[in-house]
């Protein structure tokens, strides 16, 4: 057969069997298929196969009376059970059948040898077995220097391989060496060597033997990389396992050395440090026998076990908690005051609160010592508690709830400072798992105590003032529910036997004065803010900011910016421009960024040497160096009620209340009533409410007779990206719908709360003290709410209180006689 191309190509150099055809016409017609699974069988190799399927069973009874020859092709999809024509490869490997044995199973096994590389043509028949034309199909061999280096290459590499794999003989590498043919040798090596089923198929169709032997020497490289890890990995577990093993036999030896000198060994020795500590430390009895019990069990354990690190971990923890260190109370209620008074201006509520404990505490104390019946559980100096229920209780658990920026954190210090005692804040915005509270148990690897462990541990205090900042934002999920472990902590009846999962003894929290800050109580749980006093900081007035930032926050601002006190002044008129044109809050920390907007400004001038002397901060300056003002004090008011059909609400918010603008219209059409403005659904039933009071009152009211079902009626709550939702602004919408159907204005300095009902009463809602604020800091003189909410008004500052006017209203009409101009003017719409 002549060459395809000058490159020659590879003769059978086996010997044949007998019959067994010279040339390509001398295959059989029709060539029986035995499909492989899972494995290839290449030429020149002796490969055992096991055949149990019905089909290969009847292809082998048929040819072993014959010439034996059949076609060993590999299939795509090793899980098939019966592949057919198109599940299998087209190259295969011709093969003879050289030994038969058929087991008592009913399967055969057989070794058959491969002999040529052959491709099928077509397939003649699929049952009982199949049957295919093929052809010789012989590989390309060059004989080049590339060749006989690749071979090199490739016994090397497969020697080292048999080296890190006893499960290739020995032998191989012997008869590889006297291998001269590249093909018998590519084909011996790969059926020796881990290959993936593709690439052994891959192995036998490639043509050229110089790619096949490159193909080759990249697996076994990578067969080589594997296995030499695995073998790094287990001589280092190996080398790991017997330090081991000599530190053991070193430290046995140590031990028997140091009881022949008399000396105590280092783990002794730690066990009688921890004896004492144990000792001294004042723990519970309970807490007492466990640190026993847990000492003894390390005491008995090599100190190069695991448990025995683990138990030293857990009696460290014990025994550094402070079960009797308690901070001696600064009971002097005159000192407490000035402190507080220093630290913060206003906050009368919260002032009041602390110097009522310290009061209650000093005479407690006091009368404790003089045998009176409050004398401490059985000790000696009175009777003790007769109800075993109802425990004496000693600590405070507040919660501060107010806007950003009123002060609710800075107020824990100052409290601290004011009774002497230590002070940890721990935030709890975003902290979702139960175990930042109670701790890990000690089965899990790397456990901790929780936060509130690791707190006392750090201050070493039982008695300290611990902040929980930001409760209303803790999360929850598959983890546990944070809000519920704080449920034990904030309850006085059961905090002075909390138990962490990871110290696992009752410790007493009950002199722990626990203050939390939110800026929302809804998001709290019932059953936990049910345990906490509530204290409700709603902001400041324009004056109490005026001194808040003349004490506190302009040093601050010019110290932090490297000026000095007599290089800026501000009067107390600049203040208020900066409150009114340039802020709009409830707290001071945007008061304090324009401060410091101030100073820098300043700084900067200085370090030019623009200025040498003191700068006086006025109004004109004000603007000057903050640019045109972002809020117009009294202006917006003006601007949007001077025609019909606008009204000024007031909203409670979480930054500390805000004026909503209430906006109505009216156009030809056919009586509907439409809503705009991200109205929720209380607000939308409010207002719907208020259309149909009006409808109903029309003729009271003067509104034109049929006008309703000739106009369609648009109400709008700016602004409209801003969810709104509840029912206090049912008085302003009717009072905005009145307006527009009067030709009517409201009066700009007039602002309005409270809930309408369809008979027109004006039903009481919350937040009066946040919504009169926020109108005072608007420069609204006027408000009109529900008479029932009166009782608030005692709540009010003085300042605020006697500053503005305050309509009690029962029914619409007392709403409209306050809020409507006398003259009628052209409306909107109309």
């Known amino acids: 057969m002549a060459p395809e191309n000058p490159k020659s190509q590879r003769k059978l150099n086996h010997t044949q069997p007998e019959g067994f055809p010279d040339d390509q016409s001398g295959l059989p017609a029709e060539l029986p298929i035995l499909p492989l699974r899972g494995m290839v069988v290449y030429p020149q190799t002796t490969v055992p196969l096991t055949i149990g399927q019905p089909r290969s069973l009847k292809l082998v009874d048929e040819i072993i009376d014959g010439e034996r020859l059949l076609g060993l092709v590999t299939a795509r999809d090793p899980e098939l059970e019966t592949p057919g024509p198109d599940q299998i490869y087209t190259v295969g490997t011709l093969a003879t059948v050289h030994r038969l044995f058929r087991a008592p199973d009913g399967t055969i096994r057989l070794l058959v040898q491969g002999l040529e590389r052959i491709r099928v043509e077509a397939y003649t ?48 590498i012997a008869h590889a060496l006297n291998m001269e043919d590249p093909i018998e040798l590519v084909y011996a090596l790969a059926i020796n060597v881990r290959i993936d089923l593709e690439e052994a198929q891959r192995l036998l169709e490639i043509d050229s033997v110089t790619e096949k032997l490159r193909l080759l020497m990249r697996i076994l490289n990578k067969e080589l990389e594997v296995l030499e890890l695995g073998h ?63 000492l003894d069990r390390m005491s008995r354990l090599p100190s190069a076990a695991a448990e025995y690190g683990v138990i030293r971990t857990y009696l460290d923890w014990l025994v550094s908690l402070p079960w009797s260190k308690i901070t001696e109370d600064n009971l002097d209620v005159a000192h407490a005051r000035q402190v507080l008074d220093q630290d913060h201006y206003g906050l009368e509520d919260v002032k009041e609160r602390i110097l009522e404990y310290l009061a209650v505490r000093k005479l407690r104390a006091g009368r404790a010592g003089a045998g009176g019946r409050f004398g401490g559980e059985g000790n000696g100096d009175g009777p003790a508690p007769t109800d075993p229920i109802r425990r004496e209780r000693e600590g405070v658990i507040l919660c501060f709830v107010g806007p950003p920026g009123v002060g609710k954190t800075s107020l824990g210090i100052s409290i601290a400072r004011a009774t002497g005692r230590k002070f940890s804040r721990m935030s709890l915005g975003g902290v979702r798992d ?95 803010r049910d345990r906490m006093e509530i204290i409700t900081i709603d902001g ?65 001038r200085v370090a030019e040497g623009v200025i040498s002397e003191a700068v006086a901060v006025d109004p004109g300056k004000v603007s000057e160096l903050l640019g045109r003002p972002r809020f117009g004090y009294q202006t917006e008011l003006r601007e949007r009620t001077d025609r019909p059909g606008v009204a000024t609400g007031l909203a409670w918010t979480p930054e500390g209340g805000d004026i909503l603008f209430v906006e109505a219209t009216s156009m030809p059409g056919k009586g509907h009533f439409q809503l705009t403005g991200q109205l929720g659904d209380v607000m939308q039933e409010s207002a719907r409410a208020a259309y149909s009071y009006l409808r109903a009152e029309a003729a009271g009211l003067g509104i034109e007779a049929g006008f309703f079902e000739r106009h369609d009626v648009h109400l709008h709550v700016p602004a409209g990206a ?22 009517r204005p409201t009066r700009s300095s007039v602002a309005m709360t409270g809930e309408l009902t369809l008979r027109g009463q004006i039903l009481p809602v919350g937040g009066i003290k946040t919504k009169v604020l926020a109108a005072h800091r608007l420069g609204i003189d006027t408000i009109v709410m529900p008479k029932r909410n009166e009782p608030e008004l005692d709540d009010l500052p003085d300042e605020v209180r006697h500053s503005m006017t305050f309509v009690l209203a029962e029914r619409v009409d007392d709403v409209l006689a306050a809020a409507l101009v006398e003259e009628a003017t052209q409306a909107a719409g109309s």
Do not use: W
Request: charged share 30%.
């Open 722 to 743: 801003v969810p709104k939702d509840g029912p206090s602004a049912g008085v302003a919408m009717v009072t905005a719908l009145v307006s527009l159907l009067l030709r």
């Open 434 to 528: 139960e175990a930042e509270i109670r701790g890990f148990r000690r089965t899990y690897i790397g456990a901790m105590p929780g936060r509130l462990v690791q707190t006392l541990r750090r201050i070493e205090s039982k008695n300290p003032i611990i902040m929980l900042d930001e409760v209303d934002k803790l999360g929850r999920d598959f983890r546990g529910d944070p809000a519920s472990a704080l449920l034990e902590v904030l309850d006085p009846e059961q905090n002075r036997e909390f138990r962490d999962h990871y110290i696992d003894v009752p410790f007493d929290l009950s002199q722990v004065m626990f203050i939390t800050t939110a800026n929302l109580l809804d998001p709290i749980p019932a059953p936990l």
């Open 540 to 604: 400041y007035t324009e004056r109490e900011k005026v001194q808040i930032a003349q004490q506190h926050l302009i040093a601050r601002q010019i110290k932090e910016n490297g000026l000095l006190e007599d290089e800026i002044n501000f009067g107390d008129a600049a203040l208020l421009s900066i409150i009114r044109d340039y802020t709009r809050e409830a707290g001071v920390r945007s008061l304090e960024r324009e401060i410091g907007r101030v100073c820098r400004k300043v700084a900067t």
């Open 232 to 294: 790094h990995i287990q001589t280092e577990a190996q080398s790991e396992i017997e330090n081991l093993q000599r530190e053991y036999f070193l430290r046995e030896q140590l031990k028997a050395i140091q009881r022949e000198l008399g000396e105590g060994d280092a783990q002794a020795v730690e066990v009688e440090e921890f004896r004492a500590k144990i000792d001294a430390a004042g723990m519970t009895s309970e807490a007492e026998r466990e640190a026993r019990r847990e």
């Open 125 to 172: 028949a699929t049952e009982p077995y199949l049957q295919a034309h093929t052809r010789l199909y012989p590989e390309t061999v060059e004989d080049t220097l590339e060749v006989e280096a690749l071979m090199r290459n490739v016994i090397e590499l497969f020697g080292r391989l048999t080296d890190l794999a006893p499960s290739i003989p020995a032998e191989m």
